[in-house]
């Protein structure tokens, strides 16, 4: 899926947090793309916006050409076609691990389907395979709430990938997990997505992760893009400026990086 972003600005309690923000993603381009940039830089917002959960105050989304909003109110055909993974995998708790991959279904079912979590067997089929891929057939059964951090992190990866979405966005989907952990959930979400052929949008504070998986990364400093281009350009001196230097929250126009 095809992500056009055209001076984007998005205001939250008062202030900017996104401005002037022009990207275009995927395509024919690069299929995994890390989001980097210090805390509080815009990343989630901006995530949050491609998942049409925010609109934006200036500018514009294209996804495959189509504007993701009209006015405030997001396009939920569009919507529907964009998988999210969370930080906190954001599972039901009282549901199973089977149940809660299901769930990524509900967007394919009817009205009334999915009111009565009316699945059909090619749902199951699909849920039932994912949640092998993910290693944790095993657990199907379990309560969301009775799986440790990092099982949790692929019940939503396989949640994700059950809706059938041709964009996921994951946001910092491995900031609260041990380093194997980290390194599982990673894995079975780099290969899932690149089998699928679905372009992942991946937002991260490991550096060592994004120089080894990424094919391109965007960088986003005060809201505004910093750095974009393949990760062999961020070279320490870009790292520091982007961790340490001077903030772009004053407004100030700085032009962006490219390598
Ligand atoms: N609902 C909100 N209301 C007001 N300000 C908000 C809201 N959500 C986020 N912000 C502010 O917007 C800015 C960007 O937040 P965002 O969560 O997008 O950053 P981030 O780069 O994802 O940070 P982190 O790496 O810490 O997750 C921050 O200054 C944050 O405090």
């Known amino acids: 899926m095809r992500v056009e972003i055209r001076s984007l600005g998005v205001k939250l309690g008062g202030r900017w947090v996104l401005r002037g923000l022009d990207l275009d993603l995927f395509g024919s381009g690069p299929q995994v793309v890390a989001l980097i940039g210090p805390s509080g ?17 200036e500018g514009a989304v294209y996804l495959d050409g189509v504007p993701l909003y009209r006015g405030r109110t997001p396009n939920r055909t569009l919507q529907k076609k964009v998988g999210m993974v969370y930080q ?26 999915a009111l009565l979590r009316r699945f059909q067997e090619k749902d199951l089929a699909l849920a039932s395979d994912l949640l092998r891929r993910v290693d944790l057939w095993e657990h199907a059964w379990k309560r969301a709430d009775a799986l440790s951090g990092g099982q949790r992190q692929r019940v939503g990866i396989a949640r994700a990938l059950a809706q059938e979405p041709q964009l996921i966005l994951a946001d910092e989907p491995i900031a609260s997990l041990d380093p194997k952990n980290a390194r599982m959930v990673l894995t079975q979400l780099l290969e899932l997505v690149r089998e699928r052929g679905v372009p992942l949008l991946l937002s991260l504070h490991h550096l060592d992760v994004v120089r080894t998986y990424a094919d391109r990364v965007v960088a986003i400093k005060g809201g505004r893009l910093f750095y974009d281009g393949p990760p062999s350009g961020l070279t320490p001196e870009v790292e520091a400026a982007l961790y340490f230097g001077e903030g772009l929250e004053g407004g100030e126009e700085v032009p962006a990086l490219s390598a």
């Open 41 to 57: 830089s815009g990343k989630s917002t901006l995530l949050r916006v491609l998942k049409g959960l925010i609109p934006a105050d």
């Open 88 to 113: 906190e995998a954001q599972l039901v708790d009282r549901l199973t691990a089977l149940e809660n991959v299901l769930t990524g279904r509900l967007t394919h079912l009817g009205l009334l389907p």
